[in-house]
């Protein structure tokens, strides 16, 4: 068993949690995740992470493309540009959209371009989320801003 904390912590329903603590078996499979409510207590055998920790997921697409052609200028319009055709989205493709998503909207942050992207491909789109095995750490995060720097990069924990 091993016991991650980060900074933010993503939960498997998309909320953020300020050092949270997730517990993983030795494969890679979420056994808990533990909401400290920022409040970070010592705990046997957890290692602290600067950045995001992101248990890996996937979003699978059963229905044809939208086949729509939106121009309009929005962040939904954006992400179903970027997702359409894609039957499904791995996390670091999510990240991808991020990114491009924030370099088009700088005034979002990560939390809130993550929350919209959810509510769009699950809700509005028809992707369904299929948690995978393993731990990602998005580093080189402004975590005072919440904003993806030239520097941030994807590190696979476990």
């Known amino acids: 068993m091993k016991k991650f904390a980060a900074n933010y912590l993503v939960s498997e329903n998309g909320t953020f949690l300020k050092n949270g603590v997730v517990v993983l078996n030795d494969i890679g499979e979420v056994l808990e995740i533990?909401?400290?409510?920022?409040?970070?207590?010592?705990?046997?055998?957890?290692?602290?992470?600067n950045g995001i920790l992101i248990p890996n997921f996937k979003l699978v697409n059963d229905l044809p493309p939208s086949q729509q052609?939106?121009?309009?200028?929005?962040?939904?319009?954006l992400i179903t540009r970027l997702a359409d055709e894609l039957?499904?989205?791995?996390?670091?493709?999510?990240?991808e959209i991020s990114v491009q998503i924030?370099?088009?909207?700088?005034?979002?942050?990560?939390?809130?371009?993550?929350?919209?992207?959810?509510?769009?491909?699950?809700?509005?789109?028809?992707?369904?989320?299929?948690?995978?095995l393993?731990?990602?750490?998005?580093k080189g995060i402004d975590l005072v801003y919440m904003h993806f720097t030239p520097a941030f990069r994807l590190k696979k924990i476990l």
């Open 69 to 77: 052609m939106n121009d309009e200028f929005s962040v939904q319009a």
């Open 102 to 132: 924030q370099k088009q909207f700088p005034n979002k942050t990560i939390p809130e371009i993550f929350d919209t992207i959810n509510a769009d491909l699950q809700t509005s789109l028809g992707y369904s989320k299929q948690n995978i």
């Open 87 to 95: 039957t499904e989205i791995s996390l670091h493709r999510w990240i």
């Open 134 to 138: 393993g731990l990602f750490l998005l």
């Open 34 to 49: 533990i909401d400290t409510g920022g409040d970070l207590q010592e705990m046997a055998q957890l290692t602290f992470l």
